[in-house]
């Protein structure tokens, strides 16, 4: 696992490398496509937040917008609009720290501004709307980042996985150009994000061979919860992938990831301690 302290002004901490972390997703949308419209009230949100992080959530994950498949992109004032009703009042009662799932800077920079301790780019830092934004307001906050895989289309010409690590590359450059240091990179594969089902699978097998990008070693986030490379697998709806993101999530620790992306907080963190524990064990 690669090692890492990230501490932030308001005493939060998180350390990556003595444990699986499990970050706990917190979709204040009504449309997400596991959870839309379940938690977006302040009480609703908060609540939920507290249930994740007492079944053992390391870092809190807030969405305002969808990215479903197929889903409509909101302006940058219509997610902060939705974002400004739930961020301040989880900040203030979330006992670890919080990350913004969002590609926007804007809303990247109004979360910012307000306390978030890490960022989490769908589209890695390569928004093509908004070339270099993020990154740079990332190197302004000196905030952690989530560097995702995505592309507009799931067809490659050559192997995945090195267009992966190509993307990856370009980030990081990008990062860097705008101020922001390596430590400061969590590499996430994207799952679900400009992949067939068979591509999605595939990443999967090989996740060990994206942790390393020109000479350094990067922490992994992989988040497969729920996900429809699951349900396209096993044929399964929504509600019945838990089981299946379990065995995705152990996978993922396997190949070296460092955080889980999850749904079900309480039985995916059970499942880490084991697998981290039989890791671990010494005769």
Known sequence: MSKRIYTWKDNKALELGKKTLVMGILNVTPDSFS???????????????????????????????????????????????????????????????????????????????????????????????????????AAKYNLPVIVTHNRTSNEYDGDIIESMREFFAKSIAIAQEAGLTKDRIILDPGIGFGKTT????????????????????????????????????????????????????????LKGCEILRVHDVKPISRMCRITDAILEAKQ
């Not at 870092?59 to 609009?81: H, L, Q, V, W």
């Not at 993101?245 to 620790?253: D, E, K, L, N, S």
């Open 35 to 137: 959870d839309g419209g379940k938690w977006n009230t302040i009480d609703g949100a908060i609540s939920h937040m507290i249930e994740m992080v007492e079944a053992g959530a390391d870092i809190i994950d807030i969405g305002a917008e969808s990215s479903r498949p197929g889903f409509e992109a909101m302006t940058a004032d219509e997610e902060i609009k939705r974002l400004s009703v739930f961020l301040e009042p989880v900040l203030a009662a979330c006992p670890v720290p919080v990350s913004i799932d969002t590609f926007k800077a804007k809303t990247a920079e109004f979360a910012a501004a307000r306390g978030v301790h890490l960022l989490n780019d769908i589209w890695g830092l390569q928004y093509a709307q908004e070339p270099g934004k993020m990154a740079r307001v």
């Open 198 to 253: 068979g591509g999605n699978l595939y990443v999967m097998q090989q996740l060990d061979k994206l942790k390393e990008i020109n000479g350094q070693e990067y922490p992994m986030l992989l988040g497969t919860s729920r996900k429809s490379f699951i349900g396209n697998t096993l044929n399964l709806p929504v509600e019945e992938r838990m089981e299946a993101t379990g065995a995705t999530c152990v996978i993922g620790i």
